[in-house]
């Protein structure tokens, strides 16, 4: 168990967990809180420590619609 600024992370070593406990979603399906794809968010310990990666730096641009 470690913590980062994304939140308490049990079990995944090498990439945090883009959570804020926001679970609101926009009319695109993307969370208002973390901006993860409803779809990332339900896979996310399926995906790669590459996928989850890769989604982490998305993250630091992705723009989304914020209302819900």
Partial sequence: ???TRYGTVTGVQTCALPI???C???KDNF???CKR???EIFDW???SDE???AIMQDLLTREIDTSC
Avoid: A, E, P, T
């Fill in 1 to 3: 168990r470690r913590h």
């Fill in 20 to 22: 804020f406990s926001i």
């Fill in 24 to 26: 609101k979603y926009n």
């Fill in 31 to 33: 969370c208002v809180g």
């Fill in 37 to 39: 794809h409803m779809n």
């Fill in 45 to 47: 310990f399926d995906f």
């Fill in 51 to 53: 996928m989850r990666s």
